[in-house]
């Protein structure tokens, strides 16, 4: 089954490049649109597709989740990630098809828990992806992630040095661990700044997205 998901379109007669983009926990899709609309015209062989996760937030009944970030289970976050893994692949296989697109042409962009779950879909896909950008966001299970670990993709990392949610420095222990797997991953910090994307932010994104761009 695939995940329900909006999508801004280009007027090009055909795409180069499909970015996906994840919302963070309790958020939509809608959330992250106005970004895809402002990049859409600075890469205009773009398919931008942004999935709903799959699951009603247990904390918000208006936004939605990739796994119960409240929950003290173990296994049930696991199989809920792996659930949400599979149906987030499912998703991306059904648009890469569809436009005769291949993995080397995906880009996915996450912020907080959808970086999380960036990272932990590009790893474990046999044919590399472009790269991951990630806003506000880390690593969740290192373990999980290193038993999964069959692909190394260029990776970067955006985040506020005064981030409440997902403590900068936590983002420096998941840059730490890729780097010493050998990953080529950097990162942007940004003073002053709490769990959100800044104007900065958004075009250092950019740049990223251009710079491994087919």
């Known amino acids: 089954m695939s995940l329900k998901y909006l999508e801004i379109e280009s007027s090009t007669n055909g795409y180069r490049n499909i970015i996906f983009i994840l919302h963070g926990y309790g958020a939509n899709a809608d ?3 106005s970004i895809a609309t402002y990049w859409k015209r600075f890469l205009p062989n773009t398919l931008f597709c942004l999935p709903n996760a799959p699951n009603v937030c247990q904390v918000s009944q208006t936004g939605f989740e990739w796994f119960d970030l409240m929950q003290t289970d173990n296994n049930k976050i696991l199989n809920e990630k ?11 296989e059904q648009k890469l098809k569809h436009l005769n697109l291949q993995h080397k042409n995906l880009i996915l962009v996450g912020f907080s828990q959808g970086t999380m779950m960036s990272i932990q879909y590009a790893v474990r896909q046999k044919n590399k992806i472009a790269g991951v950008l990630g806003y506000s966001g880390k690593i969740f299970d290192y373990k999980f992630l290193e038993k999964e670990m ?3 993709p260029k990776m970067k990392f955006l985040h506020g040095n005064m981030d409440e949610i997902v403590p900068v420095e936590q983002m ?4 730490d661990f890729l780097k010493n797997k050998k990953f080529n991953v950097d990162c942007c910090v940004y003073e002053n700044l709490g769990h959100t994307i800044s ?3 958004l075009s250092e994104g950019l740049k990223f997205i251009k710079s491994i761009s087919s």
Do not use: R
């Open 31 to 33: 959330d992250l649109l």
């Open 82 to 92: 792996l659930e949400s893994l599979k149906k987030l692949e499912d998703t991306i």
């Open 150 to 152: 069959i692909s190394k």
């Open 172 to 175: 420096y222990e998941s840059l």
């Open 199 to 201: 104007p900065d932010g």
